[in-house]
């Protein structure tokens, strides 16, 4: 658990854990202080849950301060670098010896090449052809060791953290840059994740999260659903995880499916496909949009004394919808509002003005006590 200490002044010093994580839309790294912070003023918290978990920020603090953690999400990715950090048990010196291995193979064209790779940039690729060569060579040959689950996660994990070094995007895949990136041109060398010893139970559950909580208990739950941005133009195809990560999706599944479009995605990541009821951003016949909805039952049927909820200021959620989830179910305890630009964190009250007029991206963390 959390060591609470203070300075001089009394105020908390507060541990804020290392972790892992890709270029990501959904990442928490920048709030996770402030996460962590809410969680550690609270008493007798022994088992978390991290639902919406992405590349797994959130779940590898907890697990690293000793919390019973469990992590949920629907994607692929988000499972194997759970499993990565949450599950493996082998030495250091076992995964090192198969990177080390992997690292050596020789690169040839095939599938990953012929799709995403490029001598130049003319066609708009992610990555140059030297690495997807690589990649070609080294994902067959993950396939034929037989690993064990957590242990094929372990290097997958590493095969994705060292493709996200050399791509040439912007942090997603549903379109690529005209030039080459600076860093498209090093090349692709997988290193061992950071792995840290777990003493703790921890679970990874990749399927629909009304399932996953349906007969589980939590002292506390963090919840970070897509909400989706309130601006009307932006596509749903856009934020949507399947399309903006479909690479990792191919390349963990190794299914080399059919592509479609420029950016090559999945047949399976296309718009009309919405992974998640999180991700449907259209509204009902009364105008309620369908995600908060899916928020409102979740909230309710989630079985977890403490539930801390990230809101982002562009979101498709107003003020009072969330005030409606959150007061049917409980009562709201604490509101903090983060400021990117100042890079500061302040407690607020709960007023009509808590959503940011002036233009400016605001994180707000709300903390509910359920009835």
């Known amino acids: 658990m959390i060591t ?20 990501y839309a959904g990442s928490k790294l920048k709030i996770l202080p402030y996460i962590i912070d809410t969680l550690s003023r ?80 003319e066609s708009k690729k992610p990555f140059q052809a030297k690495n997807t060569r690589k990649l ?49 041109y090093n090349d692709m060398v997988l290193t061992l994740p950071a792995r840290f010893m777990c003493n703790t139970q921890n679970d990874v559950i990749r399927g629909d999260i009304f399932e996953t909580v349906k007969n589980r208990e939590f002292d506390f739950a963090y919840l970070d659903p ?15 995880y399947a399309s903006y990560y479909h690479i990792w999706t191919t390349i963990i599944k190794h ?8 950016a090559n995605r999945r047949e399976d990541s296309r718009d009309q496909v919405a992974a998640s009821v999180f991700e449907e951003f259209r509204k009902d016949d009364s105008g309620s949009f369908i995600a908060m909805q899916a928020l409102h039952r979740l909230i309710r049927e989630i079985k977890s004394r403490y539930i801390l909820l990230s809101y982002s200021s562009g979101g498709r959620a107003t003020k009072q919808e969330l005030c409606d989830i959150i007061s049917e179910s409980g009562k709201l305890i604490k509101a903090v509002e983060i400021n990117y630009k100042k890079n500061v964190m302040a407690n607020m009250r709960w007023t009509n003005e808590w959503i940011n007029s002036d233009g400016k991206y605001c994180e707000y963390l709300f903390l509910m006590e359920k009835k």
Not at 42 to 50: Q, T
Not at 147 to 158: F, G, N, T
Request: glycine content about 8%; aromatic content about 14%; proline content about 4%.
């Open 42 to 121: 609270l008493k007798g918290i022994r088992n978390v849950f991290d639902g919406f978990s992405g590349t797994t920020r959130v779940s590898q603090a907890f697990a690293k301060l000793g919390y019973n953690t469990t992590s949920s999400d629907i994607s692929y990715w988000s499972e194997v670098f759970a499993t990565c950090y949450l599950k493996s048990k082998k030495s250091d010196r076992f995964y090192q010896e198969i990177i080390d291995y992997l690292n050596g193979l020789e690169g040839y064209d095939g599938w990953y090449t012929e799709n995403y790779g490029a001598e130049t940039n």
């Open 226 to 240: 897509p909400y989706g941005s309130n601006n009307e133009k932006m596509p749903p195809s856009r934020v949507r």
């Open 136 to 184: 070609d060579a080294i994902r067959d040959e993950i396939e034929r060791l037989g690993l064990s689950w957590p242990d094929k996660c372990v290097i997958l994990a590493s095969l994705i953290y060292a493709l996200d070094a050399v791509d040439s995007t912007l942090g997603h895949y549903v379109a690529y840059l005209s030039n080459w990136s600076p860093r498209s």
């Open 4 to 23: 609470q200490q203070v300075d001089i002044f009394g105020n908390l010093i507060l541990t804020n854990p290392t972790t892992e994580g890709i270029k």
């Open 255 to 262: 299914d080399k499916p059919t592509v479609f479009g420029k």
